[in-house]
Every structure is written in structure tokens, then in C-alpha cells.
């Protein structure tokens, strides 16, 4: 995660709100920050051909994809129905990427993509509580997030979805969805842990093995 250091004329100076109180003061802070940000956002965007030539190899992968909103995680506005509206039409994921070239791309999860993924959102400590079970992290198909890694394996339909199934490690497969690279991302703050806003950039794809095809190693309690 990069968290941006700048000056600008749009912040917001003490003097010019002597009547705001302090927790108001620290949200107009915030909102000009989150302002400042999606404005940089604009010039920072990942190159639009890694987003189409990415967007093929995931289809071709079987991943179904769906657009996200500009700089955030929430599925588009021509997704009504969020990530069950996700498609494995290259020519239908082309075409809406180049009527909204900006927008993020997500993968479906489950059954739909053929992928069951972890999210390690606190790779040191994940590791730690990993072999405490007896467990490693697996060798997988791998994305770096802002946060940690997602690890895309094999779909099981017998593994849950599930917030927090060890600390800060999700599981997500049947009923959700991931950021994909090459997206990008502008917090606001709000629903953010260091409760700051910041630019999340770190979504790429590493040189790592196929989707690892067997959970023998991870056969525990997921319930």
C-alpha cells in the first residue's frame, strides 16, 4: 500500500473554520485528502492494454469477470445484480472495459470461475497461525493486494465462504469476488483500519505455479 505525501491548494487550512469542532475538522481533512487522491488517480491509471490483454487471459483461464466502480471494490452500475452478473464473454468484457476504460476489473469466485481464493490480508502473522495448524501458505496461482496475497486454487464446494476463518485470512469462493489486477484503488478512509485515506495500487499478478489442484494438505475443520 502507498500512502501519498503532498501539498495542495485544496486542503483544508485550520483558520479558515475556526466554528468546525475537531472531529469535523478531521473529515473536511479527510474529504479534501480522498478528493486530492481520486483527482492523482486519474493520471496514475494502469496502462489500458495490460487491463484488455489481462482481462483475455483470465477469460481464457475460465474466470468469470465483472467491471467495478472507478477506484473502489463495488461492482458497476451496469452489473445490477453485482458479481452474479459477471461473464465469461471476452467480447462482452472488451466492450464494456472500452466504454469504461477507468473502471476496475473483479473475478467472480466460486464455483462460476473454477477458483476457491484466500485472502491473506497479514501475510506474517497468517504464516504464524498457518503453522500452528500444521498448515503452509499454498503454492498457487498468486496476486499481490495492497494488504497481503490472493491465492487462487481449485474450486472445492465443500470449503465456505468466510470472513475471518483465521485473523485478517478470508476464504472467499461460492457467493463473492476479488479485485483483480491491474486495478486501483482509492480509500476513503471511512471503512479503512487506519481510518486515513490512502491509494491502494499493489494488485498484480506474480510469476507463481498454476492453481494448485489438491487440498489433501488443507484438510482440517472449515466449519
Known amino acids: 500500500m502507498i500512502k501519498e505525501d503532498f501539498h495542495c491548494d485544496c486542503c483544508i487550512h485550520n483558520d479558515d473554520y475556526d466554528d468546525v469542532t475537531p472531529d469535523g475538522m478531521q473529515q473536511l481533512e479527510s474529504q479534501a485528502i480522498y478528493q486530492t487522491l481520486l483527482n492523482k488517480a486519474l493520471t496514475c491509471q494502469p496502462d489500458f492494454d495490460d487491463k484488455l490483454s489481462l482481462s483475455r487471459e483470465y477469460i481464457e483461464k475460465g474466470y468469470k469477470l465483472l467491471l467495478l466502480k472507478d477506484f473502489t471494490k ?11 452478473n459477471a461473464t465469461g464473454d471476452i467480447d462482452e468484457f472488451t466492450e464494456l472495459l472500452m466504454k469504461y476504460p477507468t473502471a476496475n476489473i473483479g473475478i467472480r469466485t466460486g464455483k462460476e470461475s473454477g477458483i476457491t481464493v484466500f485472502d491473506f490480508d497479514d501475510l506474517d502473522n ?30 472445492k464446494d465443500d470449503i465456505p465462504t468466510k470472513v475471518n476463518w483465521l485473523n485478517k485470512l478470508d476464504i472467499k469462493n461460492d457467493g463473492g469476488y476479488i ?4 486495478s486501483l484503488v482509492v480509500c476513503d478512509g471511512n471503512k479503512h483500519e487506519n481510518k486515513e485515506p490512502c491509494m491502494d495500487w499493489d494488485y498484480d499478478v506474480l510469476d507463481t505455479p498454476p492453481l494448485c ?9 472449515w466449519q
Open 74 to 84: 463495488i461492482p458497476h452500475h451496469v452489473h445490477p445484480n453485482g458479481f452474479k
Open 126 to 155: 497468517n504464516d504464524r497461525d498457518l503453522k500452528e495448524k500444521g498448515l503452509r501458505r499454498p503454492d498457487s496461482t498468486t496476486f499481490t493486494t495492497p494488504h497481503g496475497l490472493h491465492v487462487l486454487m481449485e474450486y
Open 179 to 182: 479485485v483483480a489486477p491491474p
Open 213 to 221: 489442484k489438491s487440498l489433501d494438505e488443507w484438510r482440517i475443520q
